[in-house]
């Protein structure tokens, strides 16, 4: 893949909400205001690319040289675990601002599966790179662009759910429903990036 | 629902598959639904590899409920069910590989859902083999059930076919099998079941509307897979 396909597909064409229906409940749970949905969106987007920058050299030197890539998946959720607990503890000593906006958001993320999808997709997709150096930059590319199509995505997302608030919605629609319908809506939007088929 | 005690071992099973269906009307496993159901197949499949890990780390996190440290309950629960996973990502390689290709990430993905943490940190570390086992089953035959519901509705609306046989063909809505159409499928469904149940559709998804927000290891919630 080139650079540049890497850039729009993670985005736009396959974004990861709203066409791989990764990360849902995030999507669905944390976007009722647009300011929590930056936050909650920039925690991802710093997640993903440093758990990408961790699991990516793991799988592609210790994992797949021994024969033991079929432990990734256990591999992979424990470094998130373990990690994003880390970055709590140091964000909170060491930058109190970024913490208090991003804070909250960080335990949510922990068993998001964007997160683990996107160091999935990573191995899957780029581990046959041929140089280590070239799969490991495409790989973080794809997880920071990933994360920014999720962003994107819900902050969008966001901006009109503050606007259904006060519709008219038959009253077994009201809530989670209509918001899936919302969610629909949106998701065709994106599908016109593929164009139909 | 902490003090099942008292319920009887066939309640245990059944509340799963309706009154709290994990899926309609728990609201878990979001991702799952929307995207292993394009075809009644693959949702049957997706749902039988999430009830298997279920009762697998269902089992066994309740027998090692006295043994397994209250500060590292999260990781080892993980892990736990990490393993299943792997478990059951060979067994579909080997025995089922056209599944296996069609579930692709999703099957790695059972790790995070919901659905399974959820039940370890509410039942399985609460209550003995037998009923946790039961309750997995329960809870799983609902996930199941709720995938197969969406999954058909989508194959027959979209494609034409139910289960690769063909029965609307001429009729179909193609975008129905497409993203967009999941969501709306799964959004019109969950409304549909709570209208026959006749209460109110939850009006939030994830750490807010989680069963398990209280008592989630992850202080804020931690539950929003």
């Not at chain 1, 969106?41 to 799988?59: D, K, Q, R």
């Not at chain 1, 920014?148 to 901006?159: E, K, Q, R, Y």
């Not at chain 2, 059972?110 to 039961?134: D, P």
Request: charged share 10%.
């Amino acid at each position: 893949m080139s650079i540049f396909s890497i850039v729009l597909s993670a985005i736009l064409t396959d974004n990861f909400v709203l066409s791989k229906f990764m990360g849902c409940c995030p999507f669905l749970g944390v976007s009722k205001k647009i300011s929590s949905s930056i936050g909650m969106g920039l925690a991802v987007i710093f997640v993903m690319l440093c758990s990408t920058a961790i699991t990516y050299p793991i799988h592609m030197l210790v994992l797949a040289p021994r024969g033991l890539a079929y432990l990734q998946t256990m591999a992979f959720i424990l470094i998130i675990a373990v990690f994003v607990q880390l970055v709590e503890i140091i964000l909170r000593k060491m930058i109190p601002p970024l913490y208090r906006a991003l804070g909250v958001y960080l335990p949510l993320i922990t068993t998001n599966c964007a997160v683990l999808g996107v160091t999935i997709l990573n191995v899957d997709n780029f581990s046959n790179a041929p140089t280590f150096l070239e799969g490991y930059g495409k790989a973080l590319l794809y997880a920071g662009c990933a994360g920014i199509g999720f962003t994107l995505a819900l902050i969008i997302f966001a901006g009109i759910r503050t606007r259904m608030e006060n519709s008219d919605i038959p009253e077994f629609f009201k809530g989670i429903p209509a918001t899936l319908i919302a969610a629909s809506i949106v998701s065709l939007s994106f599908l016109a990036f593929s164009g139909m088929s | 629902m902490a003090k099942t005690t008292k319920t009887s071992c066939l309640k245990e099973f059944t509340k799963g598959i309706i009154r709290e269906n994990p899926n309609l009307v728990g609201l878990l496993g979001m991702c799952p639904a929307l995207a292993t159901t394009q075809e009644a197949k693959n949702a049957i499949g997706m749902g039988l590899a999430t009830t298997f890990v279920l009762l697998g780390s269902n089992i066994v996190i309740s027998a090692l409920r006295r043994v397994i440290p209250k500060s590292v309950k999260l990781p080892a629960y993980i892990v736990i069910i990490a393993g299943f996973v792997t478990l059951i990502q060979f067994l579909l390689h080997g025995y089922l590989p056209a599944l296996y290709t069609a579930l692709g990430t999703f099957l790695s993905l059972i790790t995070v859902n919901c659905i399974i943490l959820g039940r370890a940190e509410i039942f399985a570390c609460k209550n003995n083999v037998w009923r946790s086992a039961l309750d997995a089953a329960g809870m799983g035959i609902g996930f199941t059930l709720a995938l197969f519901l969406v999954g058909s509705i989508r194959e027959l609306g979209g494609a034409g076919t139910w289960m690769g046989i063909p029965l609307t063909k001429g009729f179909e809505i193609p975008i129905l099998t497409q993203s967009p159409g999941g969501f709306f499928v799964l959004g019109c469904v969950i409304a549909i079941v709570s209208k026959i149940a006749r209460k109110k559709p939850p009006r939030t998804i994830g750490c807010q509307g989680c069963p398990m927000s209280e008592t989630c290891a992850a202080s804020q919630g931690g539950c929003s897979k």
